[in-house]
């Protein structure tokens, strides 16, 4: 099976603009998270998606947002970019024991 | 919210000996524990898993310890190697899966 895959891999925007990711899971897979990593703060979780459906949202605030659509695949929308935004965007489809697997994520720096 | 704790930012071993990995966490409502290893440019790839039901599992060099009276995972590598060196993540999972901050390994030949 292929792995989870992400687009772009690297990215650079200026602050006030918007950006969005992709995500496509691994086939079969219905669950993908969001993280965001950040030197010394680990993964923080931003929201999972599954069937379509919001199921979780970390403590983000509303200028992200994400959604999924019935193939599984997933974006991931940032909007009014701050300078504190860039960090790796990582994504993860969710198998049958609740193991993440991730993609090689997203390295977005906003200038 | 730091619900998951990995205290050490970095451990260095040398090769053959152990290494230990540390994680503690707030919410005795957590059932399940996982670590995850990843190398620099990859995303973390899953390493090992353990539920709250039992205290240990192991798979190969890799044990993973849960202490649920002290909220306190650890992951034990025996014997450690050069190819081990990575970021460590323990995860916890309720509704949501939580990461701590990580730990970096270097295993010196």
């Known amino acids: 099976k292929a792995g989870v895959t992400q687009t772009p891999r690297y990215l650079i925007k200026t602050r006030g603009q918007q950006v969005t990711l992709s995500c496509s899971p691994i086939s079969g897979h219905r669950s993908v998270s969001w993280y965001q990593q950040t030197p010394g703060q680990g993964l923080q979780f931003l929201f999972e998606?599954?069937?379509?459906?919001?199921?979780n949202k970390g403590n983000f605030p509303g200028r992200f947002s994400g959604r999924q659509f019935s193939n599984s695949r997933s974006e991931m929308n940032v909007s009014t970019l701050e300078l504190g935004d860039s960090a790796l965007y990582l994504c993860?489809?969710?198998?049958?024991?609740?193991?993440?697997?991730f993609g090689p994520g997203t390295r977005l720096t906003v200038t | 919210d730091q619900q998951v704790k990995q205290n050490s930012p970095s451990l260095s071993v040398q090769e053959g000996r152990i290494s230990i990995l540390n994680c503690d966490y707030t919410n005795s409502m957590f059932d399940y524990f996982l670590w995850y290893k990843k190398y620099p440019a990859e995303g973390p790839t899953f390493l090992i898993s353990i539920s709250s039901i039992k205290d240990k599992n192991e798979d190969g060099r890799f044990t993973v310890f849960l202490n649920k009276s002290a909220k306190h995972l650890s992951l034990h590598i025996v014997p450690s190697q050069p190819g081990d060196s990575a970021v460590y993540f323990c995860a916890v999972r309720l509704n949501d899966m939580r990461f701590g901050a990580g730990t970096r390994l270097t295993v010196k030949p």
């Open positions: 998606y599954f069937s379509e459906t919001q199921r």
């Open positions: 993860a489809s969710r198998g049958s024991f609740d193991e993440q697997y």
